[in-house]
């Protein structure tokens, strides 16, 4: 079996390389969280939330993974003109909590999400 000359250079390195010397530069804990100039990139928030329209009532569950506490609000607005939208008061989401948010128009539901505050 011969190799090629690409392959015998390839292995060389491989061979030659130390098994320390990629990871030489920054090794801390957060050294993929840096932006441009040793900025730091914004850590991940915000709970995942699902919401049901049930005929006239709207159901949402959110649920926080992430360390920092989430204020969840749900919002509905109702489809016909006569028929009052409803805000939520904000929930907080605690660190791995799932909470649940209610609300209901008096007719149809036209459409319903969840806002997010830090």
């Not at 900025?39 to 959110?62: D, L, Q």
């Not at 904000?90 to 649940?100: F, I, M």
């Not at 948010?101 to 830090?118: I, N, T, Y």
Request: hydrophobic share 40%; glycine share 10%.
């Amino acid at each position: 079996m011969r190799l090629s000359g690409a392959v015998l250079a390839a292995l060389a390195l491989l061979v030659a390389v130390p098994t320390g010397a990629a990871s030489l530069g920054d090794t801390g804990p957060d050294r993929h969280a840096r932006g441009k100039q040793g900025e730091r990139e914004p850590r991940p928030f915000g709970a995942e939330c699902r919401v049901g329209v049930h005929g006239s009532a709207v159901i949402a569950y959110c649920h926080n993974p992430y360390p920092e506490t989430d204020r969840v609000r749900l919002h509905v607005e109702c489809d016909r003109w006569w028929d009052i939208d409803v805000d939520s008061a904000p929930v907080e989401a605690g660190p791995a909590q799932t909470v649940r948010l209610a609300g209901r128009c008096w007719k149809e539901v036209r459409s319903a999400w969840v806002s997010h505050e830090k």
